[in-house]
């Protein structure tokens, strides 16, 4: 698992945070296994046991998320949108990607370029990668080639899962609340019963239970939203507030990449420069760990 504030990478070994990384500017980070995927100013920086190996990007700068596939291949997202993928010791940009009838419409409330803003992949090569905005667009082999899931998904995605024992199913929160799909994106059920907004960002799903979910939401993108954290035991159809040892509402956003379950079941939550940590499924919740940063992603 690692953690991210600006300019330090953490990795959480034997119950304890080691700095692994530091750099100005970090925008993006994943993990598997003992192998660590961090973008900043300096590029895509690799962490595994044969050291560190950094590679130039384009522009760095606009990197919204990156994403280590059960192949080994990193994925690279960024404005434009557009997806860099390395492979052995090359990253190159995929044109399948740049060649999608559907990138007319993707768009942003404030008139910029739209961006890549999560990924998640399934141990058999699928890949899902959200646009914000423009829905999710899918790849059955690896990023080699695209195409959007159905329209029936709310467009504004803000981060997309998936279940490594359940691949067939895809969760996505978005500006309209959780939408889960039992097909790969073919079709997509609405499931906001029981949050009281319906604007979400971050999505976690248990390791060991694809029905046990957790999901932020609030009154909007801006000024005081009335973050709150959710859960569910039956994959979305039902949400109930989380609050035993966390916040009842936060001022802000609980932000993409500011959920996750790790590997042992654990679930975590970032709110400002406190960790929070959960032992049942995202019940009740203590603070972990303090940073002298506010943590910005969590990734697990």
Known sequence: MLI????????????????????????????????????????????????????????????????ILANGSVLIGTEGPHIDRLTEDDVSRLTSF?????????????????????????????VYADIHVGSIMRSADGGDSWEPVTPDLHDDVHQVATHAASPDTIYANTAD?????????????????????????????????PDCLLASVSRGPHNNVDGQLY??????????????????????????FQVAFSQDG?????????????EDRGKSWQIYWTTEESIALIAT
């Open 177 to 209: 609340a959780v939408y889960v799909s039992e097909n790969r994106g073919d079709s997509w059920e609405h499931r906001p019963e029981g949050l009281p907004y319906s604007y979400g960002r971050a999505i976690a799903v248990h390791p060991g239970d």
């Open 98 to 126: 740049d060649e999608l009838d559907a990138r007319d419409g993707f768009y942003t409330p404030w008139g910029g370029p739209a961006a890549v803003r999560s990924f998640a992949h399934t141990p058999d090569g699928w």
């Open 231 to 256: 859960r569910s035991d039956d994959r979305g159809r039902n949400w109930t507030h989380v609050t035993t040892g966390y916040l009842e509402s936060h001022t802000e956003n609980i932000d993409t």
């Open 266 to 278: 654990r679930a975590w939550s970032a709110i400002d420069s406190d960790l929070y940590v959960s």
């Open 4 to 67: 991210a504030t600006k300019h330090n990478v953490y990795r959480l070994a034997s119950d304890t945070f080691d700095q692994v990384y530091e750099n100005g500017g970090i925008r993006a980070i994943s993990t598997a296994g003992l192998t660590a995927a961090i973008v900043s100013g300096d590029g895509l920086t690799i962490l595994d046991d044969a050291g560190e190996r950094t590679f130039e990007l384009t522009d760095p700068a606009l990197v919204e998320a990156v994403d």
